[in-house]
């Protein structure tokens, strides 16, 4: 009998949390597609036919977004524009595009926001695309700018990917 009720309730415990994983499966997914879906709010570029990319590094990280396209002329002009722009704003603290499209409890943010004075921003070309990459010999602002990089690349699920 004790048998019986510790299969059964271990078989409860196993349904419940499939379906746990499911359901947050699911709400991933369903913030993923928001996500696309809200990025012409502040990105000029189409999302399906560019590719962000972010690579952590010792120093802080690279943001890539490219072109899926190399000859996709207009794609790459409007991402060299937006990252440009976005490269000098990132230098003085303000991130209100990343908040307007992740939303303002975003990871990483709020140091980022605050401690300008210890990030380094630099943007640079690329052939298909441009790349802004970011230093810091602060910890507390290298552990932000990681974090940042990990919730885009989640919000973003397909339209991004680790280098």
């Known amino acids: 009998m004790k048998k019986t009720i510790i299969i059964i309730v271990l078989a409860v415990v196993a349904v419940a949390a499939v379906a746990i994983t499911l359901n947050q499966r699911q709400s991933l997914e369903q913030r993923q597609q928001e996500i696309h879906e809200r990025g012409s709010l502040v990105m000029p570029f189409d999302l399906s036919k560019t590719t962000h990319v972010f690579s952590q590094t010792d120093e802080g990280g690279i943001q890539q977004v490219r072109a899926k396209d190399p000859d996709d002329t207009d794609q790459i002009l409007l991402i060299r524009q937006h990252l440009r722009e976005e ?10 595009d990343p908040q307007t499209l992740h939303g303002e409890n975003m990871p990483g943010l709020d140091v980022l926001t605050t401690r300008a004075d210890e ?3 630099e943007y640079e070309d690329l052939d298909d695309g441009a790349q802004i990459t970011y230093i810091s010999d602060d910890p507390e602002v290298l552990n932000a700018i990681h974090l940042w990089f990990m919730a885009q690349l989640s919000d973003h699920g397909p339209d991004a990917m680790t280098h």
């Open 119 to 121: 990030l380094g921003v």
């Open 87 to 96: 490269a000098d704003r990132f230098a003085q603290g303000d991130f209100a």
